[in-house]
């Protein structure tokens, strides 16, 4: 598989991770656009939230609900937003899904 986030949860491509467990892997952006700007990566390959299955789906969730857990540890007590892109218009740029966690700051209104 030529996936890049595939490649990074293998450790075959290095990375900036601050939290991994069985389901997921939270790393640091490499080009951030908040102060706190990370991407929470599901260990199964899939490309988007339209093509997940619905056993990925519950796995999705769990992941959701440990970033809850974990947001004061990542330095996230004040507040974030979570974003997922779909497609080109969406903006995705690798087809692997993934969440991006911003915050540490007082974000912009503007969600687009």
Do not use: W
């Not at 706190?36 to 999705?60: D, R």
């Not at 440990?66 to 540890?73: D, K, V």
Request: aromatic residues 4%.
């Amino acid at each position: 598989m030529n996936c890049i986030f595939c490649k990074i949860i293998s450790e075959a491509i290095p990375s900036d991770k601050v939290y991994e467990d069985e389901r997921m892997i939270i790393i640091k952006d490499i080009n951030p656009q908040t102060k706190i700007h990370l991407l929470m990566i599901p260990k199964s390959h899939y490309s988007n939230i339209v093509e997940m299955t619905e056993a990925q789906a519950v796995e999705l969730g769990l992941c959701l609900k440990t970033i809850g857990e974990i947001s004061n540890s990542l330095g996230l007590k004040e507040g974030f937003r979570l974003v997922s892109n779909k497609g080109t218009n969406g903006c995705q740029s690798v087809e692997h899904l993934h969440f991006h966690i911003m915050g540490g700051e007082l974000l912009s209104e503007r969600m687009g």
